[in-house]
């Protein structure tokens, strides 16, 4: 079992009224949050990832669960990052994320303060089929923020 959580992070990282506020604005107006790509040159910014994927757990030689680890990028060019970072840590928090590593550096080649915030969560088959349900059921993927062409 693969379980895709672009969709779901693309969602609840879109209606928080704070971190869709917070980022900047393509030219049609699209907050710049995404999966990997994002518009260069417009900030602030959040992008995310996922890091690493692995089989957690077995169950009568059935996997049972995998792992996920996912990186949450705010890019600042004032170092704004602390307005939302809380607010992204609670989001993938009550998506039964944990937080093990954060960092905080500055990329001088583009001159962008970068929050890097790092999060694991296991997932079982059970419990990813209830995240489908919870979160993609009436979601049309051509509006997910990650599949737009910018």
Same mark, same amino acid.
């Given at each position: ?31 710049? !949050? ?11 910014? !959040? ?24 990186? !949450? ?56 089929? !209830? ?20």
């Amino acid at each position: 079992m693969l379980f895709n959580w672009k969709p779901i992070l693309s969602k609840v990282f879109m209606t928080n009224t704070l971190v869709s506020e917070y980022v900047g604005k393509t030219a049609n107006g699209n907050p710049v !949050i995404g999966s990997l790509t994002i518009p260069s040159g417009i900030f602030p910014a !959040i992008e995310f990832h996922e890091v690493s994927g692995f089989d957690n757990s077995f169950n009568d030689d059935e996997l049972y669960s995998r792992k996920y680890n996912y990186q !949450i990028s705010i890019f600042s060019q004032d170092n704004s990052h602390y307005k939302v970072q809380n607010t992204i840590d609670s989001l993938m928090r009550s998506l039964g994320f944990t937080c093990y590593h954060n960092d905080e550096v500055y990329e001088p080649d583009v001159k962008v303060f970068h929050r890097v915030l790092l999060y694991s969560r296991t997932l079982s088959n059970e419990q990813a089929s !209830i995240l489908e349900a919870k979160y993609l059921k009436n979601i049309k993927r051509k509006r997910l923020l990650y599949a737009k062409n910018w």
